[in-house]
């Protein structure tokens, strides 16, 4: 089984910072790209950072020189640090991971989503 759990959610006022982390667990042979995804109430689930195993990165423009995203290859983790956080911030965010796993027939790529944590903006 493979899996990924996000931590780090919680309620913060307009202004501050909170990091998320994300750390994947399982038969995972390689880890192609690990990301961040929000939803909003009333609205669809959107990126808001990915980064490759070869280190490109890209960010949504509503989180550009706020938001920073890292990855540690070797603990199969991905952080997000959130600075001036506003309420449009608020959201369930996602952690999701690209890989290879080892299934029953062999290798197979899959896409695994976390459960969610919730961050909220609000004075």
């Known amino acids: 089984q493979v899996q990924v759990v996000e931590s780090g959610g919680g309620l913060v006022q307009p202004g501050g910072s909170l990091r998320l982390s994300c750390a994947a667990s399982?038969?995972?042979?390689?880890?192609?790209?690990m990301g961040w995804y929000r939803q909003a109430p009333g609205k669809e689930r959107e990126s808001v950072a990915t980064?490759?195993?070869?280190?490109?990165?890209k960010y949504a423009d509503t989180v550009k020189g706020r938001f920073i995203i890292s990855r540690d290859e070797a603990k199969k983790t991905v952080t997000l640090q959130m600075n001036g956080l506003k309420p449009e911030d608020t959201a369930v965010y996602y952690c999701?991971?690209?890989?290879?796993?080892?299934?029953?027939?062999?290798?197979?790529?899959?896409?695994?989503w976390g459960q969610g944590t919730l961050v909220t903006v609000s004075s």
């Open positions: 999701n991971a690209g890989a290879v796993v080892i299934g029953s027939r062999g290798t197979e790529y899959v896409e695994v």
């Open positions: 399982g038969s995972i042979l390689r880890i192609n790209v």
């Open positions: 980064i490759t195993t070869g280190g490109s990165i």
